[in-house]
């Protein structure tokens, strides 16, 4: 365990400058973190969710199987020649 070289001390320069510079992006992304994580907990707590309702009322439709087609069938009318 020597001396920093100077790729120790570039790693720790850009740190640094992620850090304290660039116009405080971590704490914009901290923030948006801090109001995601706030938006999720209201959510939760909230058992009488309306879009919940709305999303549980609404009909469902098949899904067929992987490999299986699907196939709609007609009905034809006996052809009446004389």
Same mark, same amino acid.
């Given at each position: 365990? $020597? #001396?920093?070289?100077?790729?120790?001390?570039?790693?720790?320069?850009?740190?640094?400058? &992620? &850090?304290? *510079? $660039? *116009?405080?992006?971590? #704490?914009?992304?901290? *923030?948006?973190?801090?109001? $995601?994580? +706030?938006?999720?907990? +209201?959510?939760?707590? /909230? =058992?009488?969710? /309306? #879009?919940? /309702? /709305?999303?549980?009322?609404? =009909?469902? $439709?098949?899904?067929?199987? =992987? *490999?299986?087609?699907?196939?709609?069938?007609? %009905?034809?009318? =006996?052809? %009446?020649?004389?």
């Amino acid at each position: 365990m $020597g #001396s920093f070289s100077i790729w120790h001390w570039l790693v720790v320069l850009a740190v640094i400058l &992620l &850090l304290f *510079g $660039g *116009g405080n992006k971590i #704490s914009g992304v901290m *923030g948006d973190f801090a109001k $995601g994580i +706030k938006s999720f907990k +209201k959510n939760m707590a /909230e =058992p009488d969710d /309306e #879009s919940m /309702e /709305e999303a549980n009322a609404k =009909p469902s $439709g098949t899904i067929a199987a =992987p *490999g299986t087609r699907t196939t709609t069938t007609t %009905t034809r009318e =006996p052809s %009446t020649t004389s």
